[in-house]
């Protein structure tokens, strides 16, 4: 115990006296900590640094009488910083840093990068240290500034710190600092006044420039000698009245739906551009650099300072804040639409309401009788029958409604003035290659922007509920008369690159051709069975009707095949004989034979084949069951094998049908036919798997007289009735990834010269897209990002519009284009050649025209014309901003101290006066 060494917990620094001086001494310690004292001078600014260079921030926090204080330290990175901090300070410098920057005037009147504080703008310095209250409290109390002040006068003098200290005082949105910077032999105080009103003496620059050599005779007498005021002037016009049609936007012309005519050009494509002008002001600014104060004149009776005189001229755009666009618009719009839930009924009244009929179609009925002993996934699906078609009333006039209806099926009209183009319906591998809609200007494509039209203008839900029972009628017409769709790639339902929609007009199309040829084809079997009973009443002969002989040889194997086989066994549908193959058992020649074409299936069918099989279990039973749901198609073209090749056998069928299941022998062994001989795969020998399960129960029955594997009747009415019950949400959905290609289709069309980074974005969007459209059930979610990003560069592209609108007639002006693109980054860009460049002639005349209106319209109001517009008229109003910035050298603060430099940074606007003062003043000589 006696061993235990207590710790000095309670240690205290007794040589800090107070909390003013611990302050102090933390202020220190930080200055000390970010190596700032002795810094060596770094080279001049050079034009454009404030501008273009980034700054380095540096933030400690610390108290001060219960108040929470951050300490920050700003720098701008300058190339050769960490070279200059490595120097050896020389010892015969006189100015500190910030003393140079102020007289450098490479940066004056230039907006600070990042929004920094405006201290580097105010008094031209590259370096400085702020305090600043954490809690935005005001200390707008005179004895805290002192002391705050004093403290860091303390602080930077004992840490021999050379940089400008300031400390921010008065409410925060005044943007009020007092500072200090002490050198070797010189101490710079850096104050501000902020007035909201300006006196009259200060409201131009010959006030300013009187008071601003006041100051620096301050407490000195009338014996200090001045060297000529050198004066920076920048002057700020705004114009922000659009009043002349040249210079603004226009939006596109889309309430063509309300007129008398309907266009088709207006119709296939989608409005673009903002609905008003996106641009809200224009800011220039006439600048004159370094000039004696004896060279102009600027007072409250006359001025040199004219805009049009003026050496430099700069520039900067204030847009509006999320412009509204068309299209923008249009996809949110539709967007929404994807959440309702209202069907047609609802809408539109009974009139489009489908109602199912309970009496089945006879040729449903004979369909029954045929069912195949195979049972089908479609057997459990109910059978729709057609259904009158219906007119009902809506918001779309008749007049509007079959302009629309000849745009999407332009076939019903007899001189038609948008055809679909045949080559341009097969989706190539193009550049939206992997965007899942469908082909540009097809049927699916012109009904997604017509119901984006119908959906805005026209009536907004009711108009597109009207539309699209409009448009399931016309389906449901061609479906019973046999007439295409139009507008639909050619195959199946492309379940891989197309739309769901899409894929349903596909299965339309694909029922109507089947339709045709099985109604084609019973005519013709029907003739070709009298034929044939003729004959066989003659010469008892009969025709393969799949098969014409066309030589000898063929025709010697026909009457050994109707000598070898029984009236009833004869083979019948044969498309070709085998190239190779023969029959094992008795040598005849292998023939193919004639199948039913393969099931076309929607991706929702698909969907549900697949959760059926899932739903049926993993038992036995379920295992025969789902092997017994996919042989439908094998017993058919087994079928059709039997028939054509009577003596043919299992291993027949699987050398034709799955050449992998049939292994040669190695040795190899040939028959007597010349054939290699060989035996089935082990799978094959299962016993009683589902390939002779389904060989012993076929029967050779040709693909004419077998049960349909597809009923086009009854996928047709399925395929209608699942778009004629669709509810407004629903419709919406299926639509919303077609209308979003078009949208980026029509983004990529733009003119975008000076948005060098748009193509990647425009990119971004194409594979967000391409990931949005893979999935049957949407994702609105990312629908919504894709149409938030699209507002955002059709706003872009807007304002770019409207910026070369007003400030050239031509378009390939690679150095507008650059003025353009650095304007939209809302940056001050200076003018080209000033007032006497094109771009110059052009904003001069939007002001003067700006002008003209102004005056005509007081012209108008006061009933006064007792002067001419020329001599009331200027082209230029009064300034909305006025800022100098006076500089000199002054002994300060006895005639025999060294020479100082000074500066006095003057901003005049509507809302007070703002005055930074640089006063600097000789410590060694008094």
């Known amino acids: 115990m006696n061993n235990v060494e207590i710790e000095d917990v309670y240690h205290h620094d007794f040589t800090t006296a107070s909390e003013w001086e611990v302050f102090i001494a933390r202020l220190e310690e930080i200055i000390h900590e970010w190596q700032l004292p002795h810094a060596q001078p770094g080279p001049p600014l050079k034009e454009g640094d404030f501008a273009n260079l980034s700054w380095e921030e540096h933030t400690e926090k610390l108290n001060f ?329 809506g918001p779309i006039t008749e007049d509007v409604l079959l302009p629309i209806l000849y745009f999407l099926f332009p076939d019903a009209e007899d001189n038609t003035r948008a055809p679909y183009d045949s080559d341009a319906l097969v989706i190539d591998e193009d550049q939206w290659r992997g965007i899942k809609t469908c082909a540009i200007d097809s049927l699916v494509w012109r009904l997604a922007i017509v119901a984006s039209h119908c959906a805005f203008n026209l009536g907004s839900v009711n108009a597109l509920a009207q539309l699209w029972h409009e448009f399931v009628q016309e389906l449901r017409f061609r479906w019973e008369r046999g007439i295409p769709v139009p507008g639909i790639g050619p195959g199946f339902p492309d379940c891989v690159r197309t739309c769901l929609l899409h894929q349903k007009l596909q299965m339309i199309n694909c029922c109507i051709a089947r339709k045709k040829t099985r109604e084609e084809c019973e005519r013709r079997e029907m003739g070709l069975d009298q034929e044939t009973a003729a004959q066989e009443s003659t010469d008892d002969s009969e025709d393969d009707e799949f098969f014409e002989c066309l030589n000898e040889e063929e025709a010697e194997a026909r009457r050994q095949s109707h000598q070898q086989h029984l009236p009833w066994n004869r083979p019948v549908g044969r498309l070709a004989k085998h190239p190779t193959l023969r029959l094992i058992q008795t040598g005849e020649p292998l023939y193919l034979p004639v199948t039913q074409d393969p099931v076309p299936k929607t991706e929702d069918q698909l969907e549900e084949d697949a959760q059926v099989m899932m739903q049926l279990g993993t038992d036995k039973t379920a295992s025969e069951m789902r092997a017994r749901l996919m042989s439908a198609s094998l017993l058919s073209d087994m079928e059709s094998f039997k028939a054509a090749n009577p003596n043919g056998q299992l291993e027949d069928f699987i050398r034709w049908y799955s050449p992998r299941d049939w292994i040669e022998d190695d040795q190899g062994e040939v028959d007597e036919w010349g054939q290699a001989r060989g035996r089935l795969s082990a799978r094959m020998l299962i016993d009683k798997n589902p390939w002779s399960s389904t060989w012993e129960s076929a029967q050779p029955v040709p693909a004419h007289r077998q049960k349909r594997l597809f009923d086009d009747t009854r996928e047709a009415e399925k395929a209608l009735h699942y778009l004629g019950s669709r509810r407004l949400g629903q419709l919406a959905q299926l639509l919303m990834p077609v209308l979003a290609h078009a949208a980026l289709v029509t983004l990529h069309e733009q003119k975008y010269e000076a948005l060098t980074s748009l193509p990647s974005v425009l990119q971004t969007i194409n594979n967000r897209l391409q990931f949005a459209t893979k999935p049957i059930h949407q994702k609105m979610q990312i629908y919504e990002d894709i149409v938030h990003e699209i507002e955002s560069i059709e706003s872009l592209i807007a304002q770019f519009n409207s910026l070369r609108l007003k400030l050239t007639d031509s378009n390939g002006d690679k150095d507008l284009t650059s003025f353009i ?63 100098f910035i006076l500089r000199t050298m002054a002994p300060r603060p006895t005639p025999s101290s060294s020479l100082q430099p000074q500066r006095l940074y003057v901003s005049l606007h509507r809302d007070g006066i703002r005055m930074a003062g640089a006063f600097s003043e000789d410590t060694i000589f008094y």
């Open 65 to 393: 009488a219960d108040v929470e204080f951050f300490f920050k330290y700003f720098k701008l990175q300058k190339e050769d910083d960490g070279s200059e901090r490595s120097r050896t300070p020389d010892p015969e410098e006189v100015l500190t840093q910030c003393q140079k920057d102020i007289l450098n005037s490479r940066n004056d009147f230039v907006q600070i990068k990042n929004g920094y504080p405006e201290l580097a703008r105010f008094y031209g310095i590259r370096e400085f240290l702020l305090l600043v209250p954490v809690k935005q409290n005001s200390i707008a109390d005179e004895t805290k500034m002192k002391i705050l002040l004093s403290s860091l006068t303390i602080a930077v003098s004992n840490a021999q710190c050379e940089i400008a200290a300031f400390v921010q005082v008065q409410e925060q949105w005044q943007n009020y600092y007092l500072g200090i910077n002490i050198g070797k032999g010189s101490r710079m105080h850096l104050n501000m006044v902020h007035l909201k009103k300006i006196p009259p003496h200060c409201r131009h620059l010959t006030g300013l420039s009187t008071l601003f050599k006041q100051k620096i005779s301050e407490g000195c007498g009338s014996g200090v000698g001045l060297d000529t005021v050198i004066v920076s002037v920048r002057l700020s016009y705004t114009l922000k009245d659009w009043t002349n049609s040249t210079w603004t936007q226009e939006p596109p012309d889309f309430d063509f739906l309300q007129g008398e005519t309907l266009g088709v050009d207006e119709l296939g494509k989608l409005p673009f551009g903002a609905t008003f002008d996106p641009i809200k002001e224009f800011h220039l600014y006439a600048s004159w650099s370094e000039i004696s104060e004896n060279a102009v004149v600027e007072s409250e009776s006359f001025s040199d300072l004219e805009p049009l005189s003026a050496p430099d001229w700069s520039l900067k755009v204030e847009m509006v804040r999320n412009p509204a666009c068309l299209l923008g618009e249009y996809l949110s719009n539709f967007l929404q639409l994807c959440g309702n839930q209202k069907s047609l009924v609802e809408l539109l009244g009974e009139g489009a309401a489908y109602v199912d009929n309970e009496n089945q179609s006879l040729s449903s009925a004979f369909n029954i009788l045929t069912e195949s002993r195979i049972p089908s996934l479609t057997t459990v699906v109910s059978r729709n029958v057609s259904k009158s078609r219906k007119n009902i009333e």
């Open 821 to 883: 693109g650095q304007l939209m980054h809302n940056r001050e860009v200076s003018v080209p050649n000033g007032p006497r460049g094109a771009i110059g002639a052009r904003i001069t005349k939007m002001f003067s025209d700006a002008q003209k209106a102004a005056y005509m319209t007081n012209s108008m109001s006061t009933e006064s014309d007792s002067l001419s517009l020329d001599t009331k008229f200027k082209p230029f109003p009064e300034p909305s901003a006025k800022e």
